[in-house]
């Protein structure tokens, strides 16, 4: 089955400590993004990756890392966690777009990740 | 100017009404436009995609494009208690740009 997977679903941790939030693919999507939902402001993008090796910052970057070894898994890190961050996240992937408008390739979403920073 | 505008909501229609939803954006550069739609508690899942002025249908789902107005709408027609969810948009730039913003999203409620 075609699917992202995310894990954990479900983190409450304190204020400090790191903590990595895993994301895999199997559908060898060239393309994926962090997300971030937070009420009244929508999904908002952390990070994205084009492919192996390569990642850019999405528009709330500060106090996440991200990292692209391998092309199925792009591992989300809060080294020092604040409870600003406490969120859901979500994690999606895609092939890469031609460059074309009809080019688009739809973005499959991971589960979520409900992340509380106490 | 937020890149992309949504009436949060909710948005209520009777079971059987159209439901219209309608989202505007900032940069003239979009070229591709979708509609997700997100259960409570899920993630969201790709209704339609647009990217030429006019209207497409998929169904009971149309969507209508007016770049000269940065305006894009979701229509749902025969709305269903099934269909209650929220609504996002979302716009992409083009030229391979691969960064897609999203709007907080539409609370629709489909009364039965």
């Known amino acids: 089955e075609a699917q992202v997977t995310q894990n954990p679903r479900y983190l409450i941790t304190v204020t400090g400590k790191k903590l990595t939030v895993t994301c895999s693919q199997n559908?060898?999507?060239?393309?994926m993004s962090w997300y971030r939902q937070d009420p009244g402001l929508g999904l908002r993008q952390i990070y994205y990756s084009m492919n192996v090796e390569v990642t850019d910052k999405g528009d709330v970057p500060e106090g996440y890392k991200v990292s692209r070894k391998e092309k199925r898994n792009f591992p989300l890190i809060l080294e020092s966690p604040s409870p600003n961050q406490t969120s859901l996240y979500f994690c999606?992937?895609?092939?890469?777009?031609?460059?074309?408008?009809?080019?688009?390739?739809?973005?499959?979403f991971g589960p979520g990740t409900r992340l509380t920073v106490l | 100017q937020k890149e992309v505008e949504q009436n949060s909501g909710p948005l209520s229609v009777p079971e059987g009404a159209i439901a219209s939803l309608n989202c505007t954006y900032s940069d003239r550069g979009s070229q591709s436009f979708f509609w997700y739609r997100q259960y409570s508690g899920k993630s969201p899942e790709l209704i339609m995609f647009i990217y030429s002025n006019g209207d497409k249908e998929d169904g009971r789902f149309t969507a209508q494009l007016n770049k000269a107005s940065q305006y894009v709408s979701l229509l749902i027609r025969d709305s269903q208690p099934s269909d209650s969810a929220t609504y996002l948009c979302?716009?992409?730039?083009?030229?391979?740009?691969?960064?897609?913003?999203f709007g907080i999203g539409t609370k629709l409620q489909v009364i039965p």
């Open positions: 999606a992937s895609s092939h890469q777009t031609s460059g074309h408008p009809d080019g688009y390739n739809e973005q499959f």
């Open positions: 979302a716009v992409r730039r083009g030229g391979g740009y691969q960064k897609v913003t």
């Open positions: 559908m060898n999507h060239e393309y």
